[in-house]
Structure formats: C-alpha cells, structure tokens
C-alpha cells in the first residue's frame, strides 16, 4: 500500500493550494480517506475526511476554506485549501481508514505546506 502526496509549498496568506494524494496497493473506492496535519510541536488533527459513499467533515477551523473531494477513477484524494492563513502551516498526510475489507489504516509520508509573507 502506498500514499504519495503533493501539493505542498510556500504560500502567501490568503493564498490558495491543491493538494493530491494518490493511493495504490488498496481498493480505494470502498476505503474513507482523510487529510490530517502537524505542526511544530503539536498534535496531529483530521482536517477532513470523506467517506467511500462521499460524505465529508471538517475541523471547524477550516470549514468554508477547504474542501476534500476524491476521484475513484484515479485513485486520488484532494484537500482544496482557500484563504490560508499561518496558523495552517504544517505537514499534512493522507490517511486511508480501514474497512471490512482491510482493517488497517495507511499513511502518506506527508506533505509541507507553509504560509507566510
């Protein structure tokens, strides 16, 4: 299994950025994904989430900015980010869930996204 981001570079605040994932090795279309982040000296958090059937969430501190959709076509997961701002500096990852199918969850290697000026 492997998930491979891209995306991730210095932006501007208030800039925007598309971030990818690309997912192999799984049956992606019966998997739920998810886009987390981690920034310096911090946690990990789910930033959104989309489940096979489409169904999205959000941290609240990115509703109405981002958008998570997902091509099952491709393979591809997408985190759309609008407006960013510093505090969304941080590696973010893809996550696939596990299912019944296959019960383990799975990684991206990460993706830095820094906003500054």
């Known amino acids: 299994v492997q998930l491979v981001e891209s995306g991730g570079e210095l932006v501007q605040p208030g800039g925007s950025l598309r971030l990818s994932c690309a997912a192999s090795?799984?049956?992606?279309?019966?998997?739920?994904m998810g886009w987390y982040r981690q920034a310096p000296g911090k946690q990990r958090e789910l930033v959104a989430a989309?489940?096979?059937?489409?169904?999205?969430n959000y941290a609240d501190s990115v509703k109405g900015r981002f958008t998570v959709s997902r091509d099952n076509a491709k393979n591809m997961v997408y985190l759309q980010m609008i407006s960013l701002k510093p505090e969304d500096t941080a590696v973010y990852y893809c996550?696939?869930?596990?299912?019944?199918?296959?019960?383990?969850?799975?990684w991206g290697q990460g993706t830095q996204v820094t906003v500054s000026s």
């Open positions: 996550k696939s869930y596990g299912s019944s199918l296959d019960p383990y969850d799975y």
């Open positions: 989309i489940t096979s059937g489409g169904r999205t």
């Open positions: 090795g799984i049956i992606f279309s019966i998997h739920a």
